[in-house]
Structures are given as C-alpha cells and as structure tokens.
T-cell receptor, first 114, second 115 residues
Framework: KAGVTQTPRYLIKTRGQQVTLSCSPISGHRSVSWYQQTPGQGLQFLFE???????NKGNFPGRFSGRQFSNSRSEMNVSTLELGDSALYLC?????????????FGPGTRLTVL | AQTVTQSQPEMSVQEAETVTLSCTYD???????LFWYKQPPSRQMILVIRQEAYKQQNATENRFSVNFQKAAKSFSLKISDSQLGDAAMYFCAYRSARNNNDMRFGAGTRLTVKP
C-alpha cells in the first residue's frame, strides 16, 4: 500500500496570505490527524478528522481549520499567516480513530512564512 | 492535562551497543496508550513501538523494547545492537484511551550512533 502523502512538500508564503495543505491517507484509513512541528514548541496536535467530521481539536486559533472529504483525503487551511506559523506540518492517518490504533505519518509540508 | 517529558535532549551510543531513552508522563487516567516514534533526518515519522497501559507485559519489536512502569509513569525505550540507521530523533507520545483524545508528544531525544 502507498503511504501517507502530503502536498506540497515545501511552501513559501508571506504574512497575511492564506495557505491550503493536502493530505492523502493510506487507502482504507478513515482517520486523519494534523500536527504542527516547530523547534520551539515541538509537536503539537492541531485536529483530527474521521468520516468527514472533526472529532477533536487542539489549542490553536481559529485561523487554523481543516476538512475531510468522502475519500478520506484531508486539507488544512491557515488564514492570515503569521511568521510564527512557519513549521513542518505533519499529517497522520489510522485505520480508525480509536486511541490505540497506530498512526502512520506523512513526510510533512515545510511552510515558511516571510 | 497530560504531559510527556523526555529528560535527555541528546544521547549517543556506539554501534552494536545498547542504549536506553527515558520518558515520563503525567496523567490521572488509568487507561491509555504510549508510543515511541522515530524521526530520521528525512523527517518521516515512523512508529517504533506501542504499549497499552492495561497490559503488564512490556512491548517488544525486534531490537526495540520498552520498560513500562505504570505506577512510576515511566516508559523507557531500549535499543539493542544499535545500528547506524537508528540515528534519529525519538519521540515519546501519550494518547488517552477515551474517545478522540489527541496525542501528546515529548520534546524528543536526538540519538547519535557512532561507528
């Protein structure tokens, strides 16, 4: 099976712009989670989607949003970009949303905000 | 709130030797899952090993094993017969068994393997 894919891999934006990141989970996986990774804050949970519904959300401002499509592909959107949004954004998929299910991570999207 | 602490920012091991990475966590829950993830320089996060809190037996995956001490809230990772390919950042993570809880990660330990 193909692994989790994320597009684009690298992105450069300027402050105030918005950005959309995409994640395609492993075939058959219905749960997609998003994480932000920065040197200062480490890995932080953004949100999780399961069957097109957001089931859980981390402590991030409303500028961060997401959605999931019927084929389980997910997008994450960040509006009004700030310098502090520069990070590696990781997507992870699992067969189900249960806590014990193994999550498989994608390679990430490196976002740089200038 | 649950927190995960990795007190060793960096560790080093000689090839073929054994190394133990430490992880402690804080929770008031009794049912949860613990994970170790590896993130090589290529950046793709890989699951190394998983432990269910209700299981007393320590999880093992080939050269990787854990020492799970539930009362002490400790979850260390032992890597035996270290290989050059083991060099990476290692993250300890916690996830509640209650529905839909997020994954909490430690700050990571950078492991260097010396030939």
């Amino acid at each position: 099976k193909a692994g989790v894919t994320q597009t684009p891999r690298y992105l450069i934006k300027t402050r105030g712009q918005q950005v959309t990141l995409s994640c395609s989970p492993i075939s058959g996986h219905r749960s997609v989670s998003w994480y932000q990774q920065t040197p200062g804050q480490g890995l932080q949970f953004l949100f999780e989607y399961f069957s097109e519904t957001q089931r859980n959300k981390g402590n991030f401002p409303g500028r961060f949003s997401g959605r999931q499509f019927s084929n389980s592909r997910s997008e994450m959107n960040v509006s009004t970009l700030e310098l502090g949004d520069s990070a590696l954004y990781l997507c992870a998929s699992s067969l189900d949303g249960g806590s014990g299910y193994k999550q498989f991570f994608g390679p990430g999207t490196r976002l740089t905000v200038l | 709130a649950q927190t995960v602490t990795q007190s060793q920012p960096e560790m080093s091991v000689q090839e073929a030797e054994t190394v133990t990475l430490s992880c402690t966590y804080d929770t008031s829950e009794s049912d949860y899952y613990l994970f170790w993830y590896k993130q090589p320089p290529s950046r793709q996060m890989i699951l190394v090993i998983r432990q269910e809190a209700y299981k007393q037996q320590n999880a093992t995956e080939n050269r990787f094993s854990v020492n799970f001490q539930k009362a002490a809230k400790s979850f260390s990772l032992k890597i035996s017969d270290s290989q050059l390919g083991d060099a990476a950042m290692y993250f300890c993570a916690y996830r509640s068994a209650r529905n839909n809880n997020d994954m909490r990660f430690g700050a990571g330990t950078r492991l260097t393997v010396k030939p």
